[in-house]
Nanobody, 118 residues
Framework: QVQLVESGGGLVQTGNSLRLSCTLS????????LAWFRQAPEKEFEFVAG???????NFKDSVKGRFTVSRDNAKNTVYLDMNNLKPEDTGVYYC????????????WGQGTQVTVSS
């Protein structure tokens, strides 16, 4: 059974950086497309960034130029590097995985809290 475990959240000040990590177990990591989503207080659940099994990436417009997403297939881990953080980046960040781009994200982590203070 595929499981995803996130880590790396925390409390930071505006302008600072954080790296989130998400490790997949129970499946062949290199076959999965991966993404990060977030849930902010009183806001809709939203896509933040994604990386395909081939390494192509895409981002929510508001994080372009500030966030990067990468994967290390040897470590079964996907990363979200968040720079120049803003209070509006606050939320619970979730890692997700799917085998093909034709399906919804099937597997989800438990989430990690990111809080950016002004």
């Amino acid at each position: 059974q595929v499981q995803l475990v996130e880590s790396g959240g925390g409390l930071v000040q505006t302008g600072n950086s954080l790296r989130l990590s998400c490790t997949l177990s129970g499946g062949t990591f290199s076959l999965y497309g991966l993404a990060w989503f977030r849930q902010a207080p009183e806001k809709e659940f939203e896509f933040v960034a994604g990386i395909s099994r081939y390494g192509s990436t895409n981002f929510k417009d508001s994080v372009k130029g500030r966030f990067t997403v990468s994967r290390d297939n040897a470590k079964n881990t996907v990363y979200l590097d968040m720079n120049n953080l803003k209070p509006e980046d606050t939320g619970v960040y979730y890692c997700a995985a799917r085998l093909t781009s034709k399906e919804d994200y099937t597997y989800w982590g438990q989430g990690t809290q990111v809080t950016v203070s002004s």
